[in-house]
């Protein structure tokens, strides 16, 4: 899908996401017992972005999150609305810069794509369970993400507007100054691109800093 979001220039910008839900042989189109908020990992392309998955590889973070529109827990199964924004720079606005680890800025193009992606649903005569939840999920940058979707929604009182239960957030970089101190500290880069994307996106995209550095 594609949806209206503000950009880091403050300025209406059109993103797009990967919506994935459940289908089954049982009953052909389930409705939705939860939504998963999907925040994808740090990728070098936009041929790596959610909405290019089309080749039906889970071996990516994308994949095993489009699987959980299909999940099974303690004797039950679960069908799930699953969401996974290309984020800006990419999909839609691939040319953008990307505003790498600019967590709030993320944080709300990411909701606005979770609200589009459940308008969607709802479209196309597809139901939530009346107790649904959302829980946003990420690793790596996609923790980062995925912590940051967590905080603006407590900061902004969103728990009910998305019925939030919490978040499963792995190896993030939670805080993006005191991790390139780290780099600095430790004179090593365990994923060199990563340092170069921090940089370049605070250089293009931070009001402080955009034209002076």
């Known amino acids: 899908i594609r949806y209206e979001s503000i950009g880091y220039d403050d300025r209406p910008v059109m993103l797009s996401a990967l919506v994935v839900w459940p289908f089954n042989t049982l009953?052909?189109?389930?409705?939705?017992?939860?939504?998963?908020?999907?925040?994808?990992?740090?990728?070098?392309?936009?041929?790596?972005?959610?909405?290019?998955?089309?080749?039906?590889?889970?071996?990516?973070?994308?994949?095993?999150?489009?699987?959980c529109a299909k999940t099974y827990g303690a004797g039950a199964a679960y069908e799930n609305l699953v969401i996974i924004p290309d984020y800006q720079g990419f999909g839609a606005t691939h040319g953008d810069v990307?505003?790498?680890?600019?967590?709030?800025?993320?944080?709300?193009?990411?909701?606005?794509?979770?609200?589009?992606?459940?308008?969607?649903?709802?479209?196309?005569?597809?139901?939530?369970?009346?107790?649904?939840?959302?829980?946003?999920?990420?690793?790596?940058?996609?923790?980062?993400?995925?912590?940051?979707?967590?905080?603006?929604?407590?900061?902004?009182?969103?728990?009910?507007?998305f019925n939030f239960a919490g978040s499963v957030c792995g190896n993030g970089p939670y805080d993006p100054l005191a991790t390139l101190k780290k780099y600095v500290d430790d004179d090593k880069v365990w994923m060199p691109v990563s340092a170069a994307m921090m940089m370049y996106s605070m250089c293009e995209t931070s009001h402080r800093l955009k034209g002076k550095h």
Do not use: F
């Open 98 to 161: 990307h505003p790498y680890l600019s967590q709030t800025l993320t944080a709300r193009q990411v909701l606005d794509g979770v609200r589009a992606g459940i308008a969607y649903y709802k479209s196309i005569d597809h139901k939530l369970e009346k107790n649904w939840k959302s829980l946003s999920l990420g690793y790596s940058q996609g923790g980062s993400v995925a912590m940051a979707v967590h905080r603006y929604i407590e900061k902004n009182n969103l728990e009910s507007e």
């Open 27 to 67: 009953i052909a189109d389930p409705d939705a017992n939860n939504v998963i908020i999907g925040c994808h990992c740090t990728i070098g392309s936009n041929a790596e972005r959610p909405t290019n998955y089309g080749n039906g590889s889970v071996m990516t973070d994308v994949g095993m999150m489009a699987c």
